[in-house]
């Protein structure tokens, strides 16, 4: 009752009122339904950025839609969901502190479903020919066990950057800054351009799940699910 009063009493000479608490929708549904969305558009535009590159273009393309769309997508759920879109970075996230550990499997199961709903969309959109040219989207790009080590090293490591840029500019508060989906975005650009010749640069469990549901396109794919969950543990414990 003290504590109470007390904070009545700091309110009134502030002038500020104090936030009611939140409800189980605001705590719990609104943030999942946040990642789900978010993480459909990105996979959505992702894949058909992928399945429509003009062969000019190469990897600018690709490396433009993903990193911009993660910046504006990070830019307008962050304050409902922390928008983080990607498995690795909700576990990275909640071993450094910035998520409860009741958030964690919703989180991981709102975003696959995300990435499975965005694959399909990508799929309406997209003629046929150039759909199954592409293979859906769905990293194609490893065809031999000759490239494999180079593409696992790869995911780890560049999940391992992401991850490191995530942890330092959204949940370290030394380093935090209203910069971090400019900078988070531009990581994404920076990864694709240079290693979108040797893994696709995945770094994203659902983004390479949704496509590999809809195309049913499964080689390799355990690469996309070792390398960016490596990369995001790794980051955890090199910010730790």
Request: aromatic share 8%; with cysteine.
């Amino acid at each position: 009752m003290g504590v109470e009063k007390m904070e009545l009493e700091a309110d009134t000479l502030t002038g500020k009122k104090k936030p009611p608490p939140k409800s189980k929708y605001e705590r719990v549904f609104q943030p999942c339904l946040a990642e789900l969305i978010g993480t459909m558009f990105f996979v959505f535009v992702g894949c058909v950025s992928v399945i429509e590159n003009a062969p000019e273009a190469g990897r600018l393309q690709p490396a433009l839609v993903h990193g911009l769309a993660v910046a504006v997508l990070v830019a307008v759920m962050d304050n409902i969901s922390g928008s983080h879109f990607n498995p690795p970075f909700t576990i990275a996230i909640y071993l450094c502190g910035g998520l409860e550990l009741m958030m964690v499997g919703p989180y991981l199961v709102s975003q696959l479903i995300g990435g499975v709903l965005g694959a399909g969309m990508a799929k309406v959109m997209t003629p046929a020919d150039h759909y199954t040219n592409a293979t859906g989207a769905a990293f194609a790009i490893l065809t031999s066990d000759s490239q494999l080590s180079g593409a696992l090293f790869g995911e780890v490591a560049m999940t391992c950057l992401i991850t490191m840029v995530v942890l330092m500019v959204a949940v370290n508060r030394k380093t935090q800054t209203p910069l971090a989906p400019f900078l988070v975005g531009c990581t994404v650009i920076i990864n694709v351009l240079a290693g979108g010749d040797i893994s696709g640069t995945c770094l994203n469990p659902a983004r390479a799940f949704g496509p590999a549901v809809i195309a049913n396109y499964w080689e390799y794919h355990w690469v996309y699910w070792v390398g960016p969950f490596g990369g995001g543990i790794l980051a955890a414990i090199l910010l730790r």
